[in-house]
């Protein structure tokens, strides 16, 4: 952990700003700068911070890695990269969670698509993200950064159902009864058939699309290949 202080406050401050003004601080912010003052400021805030923690994250010892990472935890990776993926291009069709007109209607809608798996797809999708690059690039600089997005992304959507249930009133909280917090939950649980976790046309597509372009870019960053590419490339 030496020489980490600066990337662990960084990260620190990003996380702990953005929880707070999106959750308990949230109120008070919009009465007191209204609803496009407090927007700006929340844009400022998380930018400055995500800019810092950029900052620290590469100025941070590279180091050793904590374990070797061979060809099957590269085939986890990939795969759970590319679910991450098809929910996160999935969270923008019909999501009640985002603040847009008609999420009410949309949470009176049935569960379909990726909501199916999970009523945080996006959340749980840059999570996954997160996770996939530890088990393959095991860094302790990384390690930090991504239990970071890992507990903004998962404490974050936490706090939003206690939010959205406020604000949404009965809408939200019959929607909290035809989707599940936990990826597949209501499937494991015998309280829905896996035909339901079937994420749809569009977003398993534009997943696919998604992950073999953020998978090839990985080479601009002067990773030979990630995903597929590792074994196309050779």
């Keep these: 952990m030496q020489g980490m202080a600066p990337l662990i406050t960084a990260l620190g401050f990003f996380v702990g700003t953005h929880f707070l003004m999106s959750h308990p601080l949230r109120p008070k912010m919009v009465a007191s700068l209204g609803n496009n003052g407090f927007q700006i400021v929340y844009s400022i805030v998380s930018l400055a911070t995500l800019l810092w923690t950029i900052s620290a994250y590469r100025a941070a010892p590279v180091g050793a890695p904590l374990w070797g990472s061979g060809d099957g935890l590269w085939w986890a990776a990939s795969v759970l990269a590319l679910i991450g993926s098809i929910l996160f291009v999935g969270s923008f069709f019909g999501n009640p969670a985002m603040a847009m007109p008609g999420a009410n209607a949309a949470a009176k809608a049935g569960a379909r698509g990726v909501f199916g798996i999970t009523r945080h797809p996006m959340m749980w999708g840059i999570a996954l993200f997160a996770f996939s690059h530890i088990l393959i690039s095991p860094q302790v600089s990384l ?15 936490a706090g939003q159902d206690k939010k959205k249930a406020v604000t949404m009133g009965p809408d939200w909280s019959g929607w909290t009864q035809k989707t599940s917090y936990w990826p597949f939950g209501l499937q494991l649980s015998g309280k829905a058939s896996w035909a339901t976790a079937y994420p749809g046309r569009t977003p398993l597509l534009g997943g696919v699309l998604l992950w073999l372009a953020i998978t090839y870019g990985h080479s601009w960053f002067g990773i030979a290949g990630a995903g597929v590419w590792r074994w196309i490339w050779g």
């Design 143 to 157: 390690i930090i950064l991504a239990i970071g997005i890992i507990f903004l992304s998962l404490a974050g959507s």
